[in-house]
């Protein structure tokens, strides 16, 4: 219940966007599955109490197109311009670090893992990628992982509390 239901300005509506282009770093589910660490945590989470209001089949829905958004609704009917794609094509691969588990006080329906982007001459190269699309730089970049089916009892927030913490 508490997933954002709705955001009338963005046209979103129940986990659906509207027709619109963003920048995204796309997470292989093959890769993250793979990881010693996310299979910790999913053991940790099957066995936790937690289990019973995570929604799995929709992680099972979500699995490939896990991904961080970095720049959203930018306009479809635009192309990106020339010097934007030039400076994107520059920057080449980038690597990222997935660490983890969040949970945010804006949609508390959903808990996520956080994105480190690669740094370059200790600048953050995400920024980059803002930068080139005219869009405001963020410094928090997360993948939607698990998405909640009821609201937390108390024992079970502070389950996670400690999860989070630890």
């Known amino acids: 219940p508490d997933v954002i239901a709705q955001h009338p300005e963005r ?22 599955s793979a990881a010693p660490a996310f299979q910790e945590l999913m053991a940790v989470m099957q066995a936790g109490p937690l289990a019973d209001v995570i929604a799995w089949p929709v992680m099972e829905q979500r699995k490939e197109r896990l991904h961080a958004t970095i720049c959203g609704n930018l306009p479809l009917d635009d192309a990106l311009p020339a ?13 990222i670090d997935l660490r983890g588990l969040f949970s945010g006080n804006l949609n508390t329906g959903r808990l996520y893992l956080r994105l480190y982007p690669e740094k370059r001459g200790g600048v953050n190269v995400l920024h980059a990628v803002q930068d080139s699309v005219q869009r ?24 996670l509390a400690g999860l989070l913490r630890s």
């Open 83 to 95: 010097q934007a794609r030039a400076t994107l094509a520059a920057l080449g691969p980038i690597r």
């Open 136 to 159: 405001p730089r963020s410094g928090l970049y997360v993948v939607g992982l698990f998405n909640l089916t009821d609201r937390l009892t108390p024992a079970q927030g502070d389950w």
């Open 11 to 32: 046209g979103y509506v129940m986990g659906r966007h509207a027709n619109v282009r963003s920048l995204v770093v796309p997470v292989a589910w093959a890769a993250l």
